[in-house]
């Protein structure tokens, strides 16, 4: 039986992948923000699988190590880590974005998927097995028009990931990335900063990729045999080609 750690499990992507893996008996740490949301997923979720979850912000770099180091000991071989957790914040140009707004995306997408990673990792090194699933996007590949430093946090999730591969290679642990193109979740609500209407608009047109559909390619890259590694796999809605070329009707 394996055991999977997922942040960002409250919602979207995360929570879709953590209802596929209970599905397939993998045991389940779920972290988020959210602590009620995050209760009542493991309760239902604790129907077919164990569950126990762990309310932290990924960007709270003290909190992110004491909450994963307080573990007990039947949880603490983990062996699929899904660094999930990530925000967009606005999409406006560089002369107009806020800061504040960049600040957050580095803090969450890059420096959070950090201090996760280093708070996983040392118990895979010294069991010599384990698989990182890192979640990245289009816009870690392509940059485009106003995505500025949201695409410059998805590129480092890009090279991070590539980084941790080549490292992480002697131990026996796999490195995935997940490199998702349009997705219907609340992302675009959190990027617009709840307007509706804006968000809405993102999706007006084509059918986007559902959180569900991410979660399938997910599970498939960790449950291949043990000596295949899906090393990154980009996923898009049939009717985007690329960051910004998408077919609307
Ligand atoms: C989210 C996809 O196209 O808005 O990472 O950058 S996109």
């Known amino acids: 039986m394996k055991i999977a750690l ?7 992507i995360g929570k879709a992948t953590a209802e596929i893996f209970a599905q397939h008996n993998i045991h389940l740490i779920l972290c988020g923000r959210r602590e009620d949301r995050l209760h009542e997923l493991a309760q239902v979720l604790s129907k077919s699988v164990k569950t126990t979850t762990l309310t932290f912000d990924v960007s709270n770099r003290e909190d992110v190590f004491k909450q994963i180091e307080s573990l007990p000991d039947e949880w603490k071989n983990i062996d699929i880590l899904v660094n999930n957790a990530g925000n967009a914040h606005g999409l ?9 707004d960049w600040e957050a995306m580095i803090d969450i997408n890059v420096k959070g998927l950090m201090y996760v990673s280093k708070a996983v990792i040392p118990q895979m090194v010294e069991r010599k097995t384990g698989h990182i699933v890192n979640l990245g996007s289009i816009a870690g590949k392509e940059v485009y028009p106003n995505g500025n430093a949201y695409c410059a946090s998805k590129f480092a999730v890009d ?6 591969r080549m490292d992480l290679v002697q131990y026996g642990i796999k490195v995935t990335a997940i490199n998702p193109g349009l997705v219907e979740t609340e992302f675009s609500l959190v990027r617009f900063k709840g307007d509706e209407e804006k968000a809405k608009n993102v999706y007006k047109g084509l059918t986007p990729l559902s959180a569900q559909d991410v979660a399938e390619v997910i599970y498939f890259a960790v449950s291949r045999p043990a000596h295949v590694n899906i090393a990154d796999v980009m996923v898009l809605p049939t009717a985007q080609a690329s960051a910004t070329v998408v077919v609307r009707k």
């Open 159 to 164: 090279a991070l990931n590539d980084g941790m």
């Open 6 to 12: 997922i942040t960002g499990a409250t919602s979207g």
């Open 92 to 100: 406006a140009s560089t002369d107009k974005a806020e800061l504040a």
